[in-house]
């Protein structure tokens, strides 16, 4: 297919506001795509490469706008183009404005064979893929040049609909309407495949170009023989935020994992064969390569991997005792091309695996997630183990079955006081579906408001934490409250506070003792295991929901209540109020 006829029918779509005649004329540009139809299918999402290679092309706006001003006379420097960007807005509209072609002497360094300097009409898309695709390897001393090169040879034989789209492909701006989805609807009615099986050849091949070409040579059978591929990286399952209660809600039970704080990480593996050495390659969420980055993945994928696997996970900063560091510490690690024997002195990291997308030619997307993690376990233990257990596994992300919500409460205690981030919900059910933010992973949503509540009593400890005080009842202010009172400086007494709930969770042992510190002096009366506080010291307090109760006196109850921390700076009679209570759970 020449480039002009791409640029032509780009223009059309881009000019085209109704998504169905959209679809229709990407379907058109497939059909008529012919030997080129890999790279049409790309290029009309402004992909020059499959979504799952790391290649890019490497090259700058500057660069690309060197080329433009090369292409566009003596007269042009790249600051006309830019200070044109600044005012358009777009490249593709400044790129469009200059009359290309006449270069004829420097066209000999024109990409793809083609006859430098003549106008557009001969450079076919195959052309601008090959010389794109040698812009990219261009590396080492040099190698900007000869990008700039390469691509001033492109602009200089095109017109100007052509230049347009090329500089959008250069730079990843395509910016025509035309989305995954698109794509997708257009090679199922091209090529008469089910839209289903056009999607789930997406997912495990991460490649349009590859499926729209498996479409119309081999149907649906075809698409359907389409396999995840070790060392071709799938996109990432995503989770949206969401709340214990609608987990509950929706599944008969939750799968409860803990949530680290880390980079996420798809480690694909390949164990090393009589002659061959283990293959191990590393992606992030963006399917960037990052396995130089990161050794000990390499390491451990090598000490404890005895198949070929695909799995999913995060990567965490470690201590020296092992306990996490913070997000922070990981970013010093995860992109690092440099100094990497080094950084790693400073930084420790280790991965953490929660999903298994493919073991020994098994393609799991399809399983449940609690078959996926059976299996991830299988793989991830020691085989000379004859009983494995969860809790031993190194590297193997603990999974909790649960349909009750103390259970959860619990565990994301655990999480919290272990210095990770919270718990992820999952739908024990469900599939894996690679690019989707969907319903089936959620991680607990942070709290939108806090209360400050006043603690009035609280229990001992069990166990470990028998010299501890904890689950501390809180209360709110009500009753007798007038200001006179308040500014009399007059305390709050107990009859003008109500219960609204207690709270366990988010609380650290260390900060068990400094708290029991805090309260023990305010204890009023003590039986048993229950202690009841004098009004002194105010908690803020997140929580899901605000639901009516009959166990507080309030008439309410703070669903999931978790401790955030002493408001040392709060007096009680500076607490949240019933009025206050009542407003947040109508808003
Ligand atoms: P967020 O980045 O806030 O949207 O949260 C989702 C991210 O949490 C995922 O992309 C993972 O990188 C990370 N994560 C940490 N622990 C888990 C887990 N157990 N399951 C899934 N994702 C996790």
Request: net charge negative.
């Amino acid at each position: 297919m020449e480039f002009a006829t791409f640029a032509d029918r780009a223009a059309a779509i881009e000019a085209e506001p109704a998504d169905l005649e959209i679809v229709a004329l990407v379907r058109e540009l497939l059909e008529d795509a012919d030997a080129d139809l890999e790279i049409v299918a790309r290029f009309v999402q402004g992909r020059v490469f499959p979504a799952w290679r790391s290649r890019t092309l490497d090259i700058g706006p500057n660069a690309c706008y060197e080329a433009i001003a090369r292409a566009a006379g003596t007269n042009v420097g790249s600051d006309d183009v830019e200070e044109q960007l600044a005012e358009v807005g777009e490249i593709g509209e400044v790129a469009a404005s200059y009359e290309f072609g006449g270069q004829q002497g420097l066209g000999a360094f024109t990409g793809g064979g083609g006859d430098a300097g003549e106008t557009g009409d001969d450079l076919t898309v195959r052309e601008v893929f090959e010389t794109l695709s040698d812009l990219a390897a261009a590396e080492g001393a040099g190698s900007q040049d000869r990008k700039i090169d390469l691509l001033f040879g492109l602009f200089n034989r095109c017109s100007s609909d052509e230049a347009r789209y090329l500089a959008r492909l250069v730079l990843s701006e395509m910016r025509i309407g035309v989305g995954e989805g698109t794509v997708r609807d257009a090679i199922s009615e091209a090529f008469d495949v089910p839209g289903e099986g056009v999607e789930r050849a997406l997912q495990v091949s991460n490649d349009y170009g590859q499926v729209a070409r498996v479409a119309r040579e081999d149907g649906l059978e075809g698409l359907d023989a389409m396999e995840l591929e070790v060392g071709r990286p799938v996109q990432a399952m995503l989770a949206q935020a969401g709340t214990v209660t609608d987990a509950l809600e929706e599944w008969d039970e939750a799968a409860v994992e803990w949530k680290y704080d880390g980079a996420r990480i798809q480690l694909h593996h390949e164990p090393a064969t009589g002659e061959r050495e283990p293959r191990t390659s590393v992606f992030s969420r963006n399917m960037e390569n990052v396995t130089d980055a990161l050794p000990e993945v390499v390491e451990y994928a090598a000490e404890t991997l005895e198949e070929p696997v695909i799995l999913d996970g995060e990567v965490v900063a470690i201590d020296a005792g092992g306990a996490p560091l913070p997000f922070q510490d990981v970013l010093k690690r995860f992109r690092r091309k440099h100094d990497v024997e080094k950084a790693r002195e400073d930084v420790t990291v280790r991965p953490v695996f929660f999903d298994c997308l493919h073991a020994a030619g098994d393609d799991l997307l399809e399983e449940p997630l609690t078959t996926r993690h059976d299996r991830l376990r299988e793989v991830l233990t020691d085989p000379d183990r004859s009983e494995p257990n969860e809790e031993e596994v190194e590297g193997l992300s603990l999974l909790w079955r649960t349909d009750d919500p103390d259970e959860i409460e619990s565990i994301d205690a655990d999480a919290l006081e272990g210095g990770h981030e919270g718990i992820m919900l999952k739908n024990p059910a469900s599939t894996y579906s690679p690019g989707r933010r969907g319903k089936h992973w959620r991680k607990r949503k942070p709290d939108v408001e806090t209360l400050d509540c006043v603690v009035t009593g609280a229990e001992w400890g069990e166990g470990r934490r028998a010299t501890f005080l904890g689950t501390f009842e809180l209360s709110i202010r009500a009753g007798d409250d007038s200001e006179e009172r308040r500014s009399a400086g007059s305390a709050v007494e107990p009859q003008n506070l109500e219960t609204v709930g207690k709270v366990a969770t988010g609380i650290t042992d260390e900060k068990l003792e400094e708290l029991t510190e805090l309260l023990e002096p305010h204890i009023a009366v003590e039986e048993g295991q229950e202690v009841d506080l004098e009004p002194e010291v105010v908690f803020e307090v997140g929580y899901e929901e605000i639901q009516t109760s009959p166990t507080y006196s309030s008439g309410y109850a703070l669903r999931f209540p978790r401790f955030q921390g002493v408001r040392h700076d709060k007096d009680p009679r500076d607490a949240d109020s019933l009025e206050r209570l009542e407003s947040l759970r109508s808003a």
